[in-house]
């Protein structure tokens, strides 16, 4: 083998290769040249470990002061912000994000293993008033057991950090396993829980392919929850397989609406559309894949949108001066590209979605971004997610029209609205079937304290992540009547 790093996987405390000894590799998206590593392609039989270790784990780590569990997420943190500069920059050669929005996730991951450390220790019960003089009746909050982590390669430290900080914090204990195309910052945020002190078989890191270890660590009967985000096609099935004993929380795909009314600002419009829709590469689970926009000011969108996006700077995210990146796998450019000839058969092709060739681009998955406009809702770039630099514009014909076809469509992620219409400001949250609901910003973006997921096939909705509703999904409640 060549002497590029072998990673481990970090199981009951011990960093280890698998069982078979095979490994997959991790190279750069904007330089397929660049590799950054060995990653373990771990079997049933790793998984079984990582599954036994955190079940022998569970009980003394229920039991562990909650001011130690937080001193653990604190110290995790301050790891990552001591290195946000080389794990940036490895983020970036991994995923193929600007190095200014892999700083921007690795802080982001900080803040929200220091925001569980104080939110944690704030969970409360309840106490019932009642008859009987001699008896309490409370409700306490438990943690659930094992909690199986999955998580997809767009925000590959951030999404995960959003789950094992609030299941740690609470008493569970964690099986990790990260996308497949992007474990190096999981394995980095492994080794900050690891330098913090977390105790052994608390936190397991396992990578390998879904087929090979996703049933292991998902249908194992120890597991009690599993906090997925991916796709809706993998989210439902694991929430099918999953036994009834356990708990599931899926985040899943959205094809999200702005809607642009016809008094708004259309250069406000065309900056919404382009960080919704561009930056990130398109490659946000919120990003903005369908603009609705009122007919009367299409044609002046349209034309200053493509002024707009010609001038945008395609390249190696970790170039200065460059604001889209190349995509991150070359299945997401296979992807995308079959997306962009859809997009030509169905509708009418206004700018770009052009494999770009030619010097450093010849060495990763570079697109230029695309702009497809008369689309119509039977469309399947109107329906169907696509997770790339791709924009369908649909024109509506006032306020009812837009939330008729914006609502149209399986998902319900993320939606906006660009208008000054204070009546359409009020209705729009109650009337948009979308799980966030943004009023003259982007699709994208949703803030640490907040609560985030979807609507229909958006998310699975009895539990929201992120923010205090966060560690609702890693506790269960008891109601406990004490008598003297
Ligand atoms: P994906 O193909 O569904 O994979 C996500 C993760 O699940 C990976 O770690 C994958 O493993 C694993 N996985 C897939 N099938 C599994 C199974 N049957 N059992 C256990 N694990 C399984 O999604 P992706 O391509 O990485 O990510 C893009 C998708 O994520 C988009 O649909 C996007 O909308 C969605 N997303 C949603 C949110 C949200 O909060 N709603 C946020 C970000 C992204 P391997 O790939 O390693 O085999």
């Known amino acids: 083998m060549d002497n590029v790093t072998q990673f481990l996987n970090y ?25 950054l590593g060995h990653f373990q ?21 229920r039991d562990t002061p909650i001011s130690k569990r937080a001193k653990i997420l604190n110290q995790a943190a301050d790891y990552l912000v001591e290195h946000i500069e080389q794990f940036a920059e490895e983020l970036t050669r991994e995923e193929g994000k600007l190095l200014a929005n892999s700083r921007d996730e690795i802080a982001r991951s900080a803040q929200t293993l220091r925001f569980y450390a104080v939110e944690g220790q704030t969970i409360t019960g309840e106490t019932f008033p009642q008859d009987d003089a001699k008896m309490m009746v409370y409700t306490q909050r438990e943690p659930l057991g094992v909690a199986t982590i999955i998580t997809p390669w767009n925000f590959p430290i951030s999404i995960p950090a959003r789950k094992i900080a609030p299941a740690l914090i609470t008493g569970n204990t964690v099986v990790f396993k990260p996308s497949s195309d992007a474990p190096l910052i999981a394995y980095r945020l492994a080794e900050a829980l690891h330098h913090a002190g977390v105790p052994t078989g608390v936190f397991n890191f396992i990578t390998g392919s879904a087929s090979a ?13 599993i906090s997925f985000t991916g796709s809706t096609a993998a989210g439902e099935r694991i929430h099918r397989t999953a036994s009834m004993a356990t708990r599931t929380q899926m985040e899943l795909g959205g094809k999200n609406p702005l809607i642009v009314l016809d008094d708004a600002d259309i250069d406000t419009a065309v900056d919404l559309t382009i960080k919704g829709g561009f930056s990130l590469t398109g490659q946000a689970c919120t990003g903005t894949s369908r603009v609705l926009i009122a007919r009367s000011i299409k044609a002046e969108y349209l034309e200053r949108l493509v002024a707009r996006v010609k001038e945008l700077q395609i390249g190696n995210g970790l170039d200065k001066g460059t604001q889209i990146g190349p995509l991150a796998t070359r299945q997401q450019l296979d992807t995308v590209l079959g997306y962009i000839e859809t997009g030509k058969r ?29 689309v119509t809702q039977e469309m399947r770039i109107a329906q169907e997610e696509i997770f790339g630099p791709v924009v369908a514009v649909i024109e509506i014909d006032g306020y009812d029209d837009a939330i008729a076809k914006a609502n149209d469509t399986p998902y319900g992620l993320s939606a906006a609205l660009a208008t000054r219409n204070i009546e359409y400001i009020q209705r729009f949250p109650l009337d948009i079937q979308a799980g966030t609901v943004k009023v003259n910003r982007t699709t994208t973006g949703n803030l640490v304290n907040a ?8 998310s699975t909705s009895t539990f929201r992540e992120s923010g205090r509703a966060g560690l609702d999904f890693f506790t269960q409640t008891k109601t406990v009547y004490v008598g003297r």
Do not use: M
Not at 11 to 35: H, M, V, Y
Not at 45 to 56: C, R, T, W
Not at 451 to 458: A, R, V
């Open 41 to 61: 392609a771990s079997s049933a039989e790793d998984a079984q470990q990582a599954i036994a270790a955190a079940e022998k784990a569970f009980p003394a780590w």
């Open 213 to 225: 270890i996703g049933e292991e660590i998902t249908a194992a009967p120890a597991v009690r929850a």
């Open 11 to 35: 199981i009951d405390g011990k960093w280890l290769a698998c069982g078979s000894g095979s490994t997959f590799e991790n190279r750069n998206p904007a330089d397929q040249d660049d590799l």
């Open 346 to 374: 169905e509708a009418t092709h206004v700018h770009g979605g052009e494999r770009l060739s030619g010097g450093d681009y010849d060495k990763g998955f570079y697109v230029s971004p695309a702009i497809f406009s008369d």
């Open 451 to 458: 609560p985030f997921g979807g609507l229909k096939q958006s």
